[in-house]
């Protein structure tokens, strides 16, 4: 097969698959998980549910596709909150922020347990543990935050502190909740 039919093809098929978790997307935002079907994806989408069914088995496997997209995305910005200017404590702010305010995003449920139980979800807790503990162990060498805990426990104490953001809905009640867990690794005296 000539290289530009293949990439012509490739194209085609990554532009369906995009459009098939872009109309999952609407319909999550719309509904919630429970409201994505094959009928409504397929309508949403602009094809067929038989083509729907080439792409995908099911509407769980679609949500699978769509949640590891998500993460995706999620982690790439918590990653660019990580490097962005600022000192390390900054940074750490700004990522906790971010991941606070997701976390407050969630949507509950049986189904959203089943999507957060894949490989997918486990990849992206420990990347992004490896962030806020490299930002830790960055700030408690610059004296900013404490050095008296390890970097990676002190890690996990702010991943499950900031997953408290859950219960909360206003902003300003999550950045409140991030200034207790910074307060809490501020340097002993």
């Given at each position: 097969?000539?290289k530009?039919?293949t990439?012509?093809?490739?194209?085609?098929?990554?532009?369906?698959?995009?459009?098939?978790?872009?109309?999952?997307?609407?319909?999550?935002?719309?509904?919630?998980?429970?409201?994505?079907?094959?009928?409504?994806?397929?309508?949403?989408?602009?094809?067929?549910r038989?083509?729907?069914?080439?792409?995908?088995?099911?509407?769980?496997?679609?949500?699978?596709?769509?949640?590891?997209?998500?993460?995706?995305?999620?982690?790439?910005?918590?990653?660019?909150?990580?490097?962005?200017?600022?000192?390390?404590?900054?940074?750490?702010?700004?990522?906790?922020?971010?991941?606070?305010?997701?976390?407050g995003?969630?949507?509950?449920?049986?189904?959203?347990?089943?999507?957060?139980?894949?490989?997918?979800?486990?990849?992206?807790?420990?990347?992004?543990?490896?962030?806020?503990?490299?930002?830790?162990?960055?700030?408690?060498?610059?004296r900013?935050?404490?050095?008296?805990?390890?970097?990676?426990?002190?890690?996990?104490?702010?991943?499950?502190?900031?997953?408290?953001?859950?219960?909360?809905?206003?902003?300003?009640?999550i950045?409140?909740?991030?200034?207790?867990?910074?307060?809490g690794?501020?340097?002993?005296?």
């Amino acid at each position: 097969m000539p290289k530009l039919w293949t990439e012509t093809i490739d194209a085609h098929r990554h532009a369906v698959r995009e459009a098939i978790l872009d109309a999952a997307a609407q319909l999550i935002d719309g509904g919630g998980l429970r409201a994505v079907t094959m009928s409504q994806l397929a309508e949403r989408a602009g094809i067929g549910r038989a083509t729907l069914y080439k792409y995908f088995s099911d509407a769980e496997a679609v949500l699978m596709a769509w949640h590891e997209r998500q993460i995706a995305a999620h982690l790439d910005l918590l990653a660019q909150a990580a490097d962005h200017p600022g000192t390390a404590a900054q940074r750490l702010l700004g990522l906790l922020t971010a991941y606070a305010r997701m976390a407050g995003q969630r949507h509950g449920g049986e189904l959203a347990a089943m999507l957060h139980q894949g490989d997918h979800t486990s990849h992206a807790e420990q990347h992004l543990a490896r962030l806020i503990t490299d930002l830790i162990a960055e700030g408690a060498q610059a004296r900013e935050l404490r050095d008296d805990v390890p970097p990676d426990e002190l890690a996990t104490y702010c991943l499950h502190a900031a997953t408290a953001a859950s219960a909360m809905a206003a902003k300003s009640a999550i950045d409140r909740l991030v200034g207790v867990i910074l307060h809490g690794l501020r340097p002993v005296p």
